[in-house]
């Protein structure tokens, strides 16, 4: 794996929001883990630095390149925060029993419009039928309209505009119809 190959990498992690990536070749392998403090896309993107990058090759092969002295380490997170962090609970609260969730079908960047200059998708309140646009998830460079698999009405949003998603993510609360 080639320098530029694995800068590509720690950028594609910066900007999809994933928190770990691991490559395993027969001859090498790499783990590149991006920092969990919760800042959103935008400025942590421009600032991204890798919290972790490690290599591990066989012993007759050598490194022909070092990585580059702009990428210092982190020290990492404290666990409680990144506990804290956490976008959903796993039990469902009483309040939202009967509602049913609208997940993210890959990791991306979740966007509540179709472009900047349009209004949302749906808001709270917001009637949905089967087969409505509710959101956009870019996913290296494709944006990739999510559709409603049930009819009724939105009741949450559970995630930000602009914000990096992860597969199987919640993203709204709908009441069914």
Do not use: H, W
């Not at 890798?50 to 066989?58: D, G, K, R, S």
């Not at 009483?94 to 890959?106: F, N, R, Y």
């Not at 917001?126 to 049930?150: Q, R, Y």
């Amino acid at each position: 794996m080639t320098q530029e190959e694995i800068q590509d990498l720690i950028k594609f992690v910066a900007k999809s929001g994933v928190n770990e990536v691991e490559i395993e070749r027969k001859d090498f392998k790499i783990t590149i883990k991006s920092p969990s403090n919760g800042t959103k896309r935008g400025k942590a993107a421009a600032q991204f630095e890798p919290q972790t990058v490690q290599m591990a090759m066989p012993a007759g092969m050598t490194m022909p390149m070092q990585m580059p002295a702009a990428m210092p380490a982190q020290a990492p997170a404290p666990a409680p925060a990144a506990a804290a962090s956490a976008p959903a609970p796993a039990a469902p609260k009483e309040a939202d029993a009967g509602l049913i969730e609208i997940k993210s079908p890959m990791i991306g960047t979740f966007y509540r419009k179709p472009s900047p200059d349009k209004e949302n998708f749906v808001e709270v309140g917001s009637a949905v039928k089967v087969g409505d646009t509710v959101c956009v998830i870019e996913a290296m460079k494709l944006f990739n309209e999510i559709e409603s698999e049930i009819s009724g009405r939105i009741v949450k949003i559970l995630v930000d505009d602009n914000s990096p998603v992860e597969y199987d993510q919640p993203l709204f609360l709908v009441e069914p119809a």
